[in-house]
């Protein structure tokens, strides 16, 4: 379905942000190109050090959804979540005199652990700043990792910090999704769905700053082009939705969601140029929405996910996406990494939402 017709369908849903139809709209003109070799490429790179995550088929969800539906199980990743991919790529990339440096990043918690550990990894020293109010989890698992962390005010406030800081020590600063070498790295998961599953028709990738949704939307639409590829957002981080509304990656004042992993405060410019040119749109859904998800998903397959990781299965039982009988359903769980702590927590708000 494209997406005009998209938009017709859902009556100006203002959950729904569609791509860029006008092929010479100034995001989709000034969109870098990235082609098949150059993803192919940064997967080579990676790939002895990466998980190759299974491909999971769900008829629980594929009964719901009225399509068969695949898990694409990141959240079995390296340090639980996808991030690993871009980091590690972004690192082995760096010069010698770079590495002799260090690198800083921000992160409310997976793109920290993933370059502690690529850091590690090449034997690189590695800072990250995180929001104070980080998941205790992903602070330790980033320490544990090898990082240096500080804590430190709000999602805004600890991207200023980081900055700050990486300048002092004359580290590089590893952005966490709004950079070249991150994305080509995080291609490497749309060229493995496309190789486990050939005849895949949809694919449904949760969105923070943009990251993995536009890598997977440009790296698909290299290797196989006119499979769809939908974003998905909360309803109260929709930072890339209103970028593609606005027409260029902005920033929000506030954010506010149950899933921290897709709650930046502003789009990727790369990513959101990416997006518009080769993703279908992005999607929204509430937080009552993501933890429903997350419950079927924990029940019916067994696996465990962090919010953000569930909000792609949430919204293909929204009926947020256009399936197609018979057309196969990719569901990225992007991570994970949650507390444990807070997961009886979601799962009692939950019942008591009656979600």
């Given at each position: 379905m494209?997406?005009?017709?998209?938009?017709?369908?859902?009556?100006?849903?203002?959950?729904?942000?569609?791509?860029?139809?006008?092929?010479?709209?100034?995001?989709?003109?000034?969109?870098?190109?990235?082609?098949?070799?150059?993803?192919?490429?940064?997967?080579?790179?990676?790939?002895?050090?990466?998980?190759?995550?299974?491909?999971?088929?769900?008829?629980?969800?594929?009964?719901?959804?009225?399509?068969?539906?695949?898990?694409?199980?990141?959240?079995?990743?390296?340090?639980?979540?996808?991030?690993v991919?871009?980091?590690?790529?972004?690192?082995?990339?760096?010069?010698?005199?770079?590495?002799?440096?260090?690198?800083?990043?921000?992160?409310?918690?997976?793109?920290?652990?993933?370059?502690?550990?690529a850091?590690?990894?090449?034997?690189?020293?590695?800072?990250?700043?995180?929001?104070?109010?980080?998941?205790?989890?992903?602070?330790?698992?980033?320490?544990?990792?090898?990082?240096?962390?500080?804590?430190?005010?709000?999602?805004?406030?600890?991207?200023?910090?980081?900055?700050?800081?990486?300048?002092?020590?004359g580290?590089?600063?590893?952005?966490?999704?709004?950079?070249e070498?991150?994305?080509?790295?995080?291609?490497?998961?749309?060229?493995?769905?496309?190789?486990?599953?050939?005849?895949?028709?949809?694919?449904?990738?949760?969105?923070?700053?943009?990251?993995?949704?536009s890598?997977?939307?440009?790296?698909?639409?290299?290797?196989?082009?006119?499979?769809?590829v939908?974003g998905?957002?909360?309803?109260?981080?929709?930072?890339?939705?209103?970028?593609?509304?606005?027409?260029?990656?902005?920033?929000?004042?506030?954010v506010?969601?149950?899933?921290?992993?897709?709650?930046?405060?502003?789009?990727?410019?790369?990513?959101?140029?990416?997006?518009?040119?080769?993703?279908?749109?992005?999607?929204?859904?509430?937080?009552?929405?993501?933890?429903?998800a997350?419950?079927?998903?924990?029940?019916?397959?067994?696996?465990?996910?962090?919010?953000?990781?569930?909000?792609?299965?949430?919204?293909?039982?929204?009926?947020?996406?256009?399936?197609?009988?018979?057309?196969?359903?990719?569901a990225?769980?992007?991570?994970?990494?949650?507390?444990?702590?807070?997961?009886g927590?979601?799962?009692?708000?939950?019942?008591?939402?009656?979600?």
């Amino acid at each position: 379905m494209l997406a005009n017709d998209f938009r017709r369908f859902h009556g100006g849903d203002h959950r729904v942000a569609v791509a860029y139809d006008n092929p010479h709209h100034a995001a989709v003109m000034n969109a870098p190109r990235f082609d098949l070799a150059r993803f192919a490429q940064a997967h080579a790179r990676i790939v002895s050090a990466v998980h190759r995550t299974p491909m999971l088929r769900s008829q629980t969800l594929s009964d719901r959804v009225g399509a068969p539906v695949y898990l694409k199980c990141e959240n079995l990743q390296k340090t639980g979540a996808f991030k690993v991919r871009g980091a590690l790529h972004r690192l082995l990339r760096l010069s010698d005199e770079q590495r002799a440096r260090g690198v800083a990043t921000i992160s409310a918690g997976n793109h920290a652990q993933a370059v502690a550990w690529a850091a590690t990894a090449v034997g690189i020293r590695s800072l990250v700043v995180m929001p104070e109010k980080a998941s205790r989890t992903k602070v330790q698992a980033s320490r544990e990792y090898g990082a240096e962390v500080i804590l430190h005010g709000d999602a805004q406030a600890a991207f200023t910090k980081v900055l700050e800081l990486s300048e002092e020590r004359g580290m590089t600063f590893v952005h966490p999704f709004d950079d070249e070498e991150v994305v080509a790295g995080h291609g490497s998961c749309g060229l493995e769905i496309v190789d486990q599953l050939p005849d895949v028709h949809t694919i449904v990738v949760p969105v923070g700053g943009g990251g993995l949704a536009s890598a997977i939307a440009a790296s698909v639409a290299a290797a196989k082009p006119g499979v769809a590829v939908w974003g998905v957002e909360p309803e109260g981080a929709p930072s890339m939705h209103r970028s593609l509304e606005a027409g260029e990656a902005i920033h929000l004042q506030s954010v506010s969601t149950v899933a921290d992993g897709l709650a930046p405060p502003m789009a990727g410019v790369l990513n959101h140029a990416l997006l518009a040119a080769h993703a279908q749109g992005v999607v929204l859904v509430s937080d009552e929405e993501i933890i429903s998800a997350l419950r079927v998903i924990l029940e019916r397959t067994k696996l465990l996910v962090e919010p953000s990781g569930a909000a792609a299965v949430a919204a293909l039982l929204e009926g947020r996406i256009p399936v197609e009988p018979e057309q196969p359903v990719v569901a990225v769980l992007s991570g994970g990494n949650v507390d444990l702590a807070s997961l009886g927590e979601l799962l009692s708000e939950g019942n008591r939402l009656h979600v």
